[in-house]
């Protein structure tokens, strides 16, 4: 991924604040303020414990444009580092497996979600614009469709089977 200039770190909205509930617009992945906001995802994430991804509707804006990075997860087994797509789509997903989940955005509750556990992604990187696809697999598939989702205006709640699928966050000290 290109260098990014140093981001801040924002605040992350909690639902059932609308704009996480608002699909994202498509953006110019060369514009200043798109890579400002790739910057910001990336910095706001690093100092979230836990957090391996952080979409722009989590910052209060709603643009198709999300951070990943699931380095040193114990679930990941492939590991693209640390990158921003912008405009990402989901080209393949196969091997639906159901796994836990939990958000930022949702603090006090996690779901089983069934997610793909082989999954191909399209999207634009930020500055340079240039288009990518990525092949993964595992734990760092489930979190590109998990932002995916945030950037259709979708939380992992909208995807549970039914309130037998939720469970409150355990607090480990």
């Keep these: 991924m290109p260098p990014l200039p140093a981001?801040?770190?924002?605040?992350?909205?909690?639902?059932?604040?609308p704009v996480l509930a608002?699909?994202?617009m498509m953006v110019d992945p060369t514009a200043p303020e798109v890579i400002a906001l790739a910057a910001d995802l990336l910095a706001t994430q690093a100092v979230s414990p836990?957090?391996?991804?952080?979409?722009?509707?989590?910052?209060g804006i709603a643009w198709r444009v999300f951070s990943v990075d699931v380095t040193g997860h114990p679930k990941a087994r492939t590991c693209h580092g640390e990158f921003v797509l912008c405009n990402a789509v989901v080209e393949s997903a196969t091997r639906k497996e159901r796994g836990r989940e939990g958000c930022m955005s949702v603090p006090d509750f996690t779901g089983d979600v069934a997610r793909a556990r082989r999954?191909?992604?399209?999207?634009?990187?930020?500055v340079t614009g240039e288009w990518v696809t990525l092949e993964t697999d595992a734990f760092e598939a489930v979190a590109l469709q998990h932002e995916i989702d945030h950037t259709d205006g979708m939380i992992f709640l909208d995807r549970v089977a039914g309130p037998h699928a939720v469970h409150p966050r355990r607090t480990y000290l």
């Design 7 to 17: 981001g801040r770190v924002l605040q992350v909205v909690q639902a059932p604040d």
């Design 22 to 24: 608002t699909p994202g």
């Design 50 to 59: 836990g957090c391996v991804g952080l979409a722009a509707q989590q910052v």
């Design 119 to 126: 999954l191909v992604v399209r999207g634009q990187l930020p």
